[in-house]
């Protein structure tokens, strides 16, 4: 943990007066095809990250802000009323939210003065660290469904599992695949259902664990030789990506139907699914040479490029990173460099991230 100056303005305050000063901006719907409102939930300039993952159903979006050193980092919740800034835990100087439920609850990662730690955020009760398994020192929590359960890692002495939280803070290993040494869980729904990577005889693998049948090894597209499954909907439907010698390619799971490509945008020569919501769409990246590119995917329509679904404006869509039951997408804009206002000449160019929050117009 670094040392403070004790003159220095809190961080966490420094946070909320920066987000606070950038205000929120809405943009005009698009005219044409499926139409998507956006808000802007903050600019940051190179000297400064942001990043966000969690969407409930209320539209409350998770993630972080800070230095782009790392440290003075803070997780954050977006909400319609502005931003809240969650802190960190006690001894730390980072902290990160990944996921957050439909109640309100957050869980996330908090270094402390000794090591990293899971947490969970209620507004009643602040943030909690979750703990480890026996013997371990480290944890970290990314997702929470709406009954409190948390899934994440413990690591130790022994490596890194995957793990559940039960809502009494109870904690469980969910193992391995055959011949792995290391696994994460990523994501759960209502049923408690978990989905994540696993190491095993034959590599990485995508798995889906319930408490009854254990770990199931999903497998791989044909030809590949790894996979990595992200999120899981509430019908059991599991999305994620799989690599290979081909390049990487999104990936949807049903029991049904087993593991299936999703494809690329056109020109593009890999993709990766990292949300999916109840209703059966998914959400993620697709990136070539010239650049990344945020996609929606139904089964109806297939994959589109959400650029072309939004009004045009000099922001770029290249990372969608979670979709609620409303069609509420989270999406990170940036990662290059843009002018800061349009029209700016060269000078004026930056490296910024921007958090967008995309709600269908109708």
């Excluded at 100087?93 to 402390?112: C, K, L, P």
């Excluded at 929590?141 to 490596?159: D, K, L, Y």
């Excluded at 019908?235 to 087993?258: K, L, N, P, Q």
């Excluded at 509420?328 to 804009?333: A, E, G, T």
Aim: no cysteine; aromatic share 6%; charged share 20%.
């Amino acid at each position: 943990m670094r040392s403070r100056d004790k003159h220095k303005v809190d961080p966490t305050l420094a946070i909320v007066f920066l987000l606070l000063g950038l205000g929120v901006t809405r943009v005009a719907t698009a005219q044409a095809g499926p139409q998507y409102a956006v808000v802007d939930l903050g600019a940051l300039t190179h000297k400064s990250i942001t990043f966000a993952r969690g969407l409930n159903l209320s539209g409350r979006v998770a993630g972080r802000t800070g230095d782009s050193s790392g440290s003075d980092t803070r997780a954050l919740l977006w909400t319609a009323e502005g931003v809240e800034v969650l802190g960190a835990l006690t001894g730390g100087d980072y902290s990160a939210a990944f996921g957050v439920n439909d109640v309100g609850e957050a869980v996330g990662t908090s270094n402390t003065a000794t090591s990293v730690r899971a947490f969970v955020w209620k507004r009643d009760g602040g943030m909690q660290d979750l703990g480890t398994l026996p013997g371990d020192v480290g944890s970290e929590a990314f997702a929470i469904n709406n009954a409190g359960e948390a899934v994440g890692t413990s690591s130790g002495p022994h490596g890194i599992h995957a793990v559940v939280w039960r809502s009494d803070r109870r904690i469980r290993d969910l193992g391995t695949l055959p011949g792995g040494r290391y696994s994460k869980a990523a994501a759960l729904n209502e049923s408690g259902l978990v989905v994540g990577t696993s190491g095993s005889a034959a590599g990485e693998r995508a798995f889906l664990w319930t408490s009854n049948g254990g770990m199931q090894n999903l497998g791989t597209l044909p030809g590949h030789t790894s996979s990595e499954a992200v999120a899981v909907s509430n019908d059991g439907e599991v999305v994620g990506y799989s690599s290979g010698r081909g390049g990487t390619r999104a990936f949807r799971w049903t029991r049904g139907g087993g593991m299936k490509d999703l494809g690329t945008l056109p020109g593009d020569d890999w993709s990766r699914a990292l949300g999916i919501n109840n209703k059966g769409q998914v959400v993620g990246t697709s990136t070539s040479s010239a650049g990344t590119r945020a996609f929606l995917w139904t089964s109806a329509g297939g994959m589109q490029d959400l650029n072309h679904l939004i009004p045009a404006s000099f922001m770029k869509l290249s990372e969608a990173f979670a979709i609620n039951d409303r069609g509420q997408i989270v999406v990170l804009s940036g990662g290059g460099e843009h002018s800061l206002t349009p029209g700016g000449d060269d000078h004026e160019q930056e490296h910024f991230y921007r958090v967008l929050l995309l709600t269908p117009s109708s």
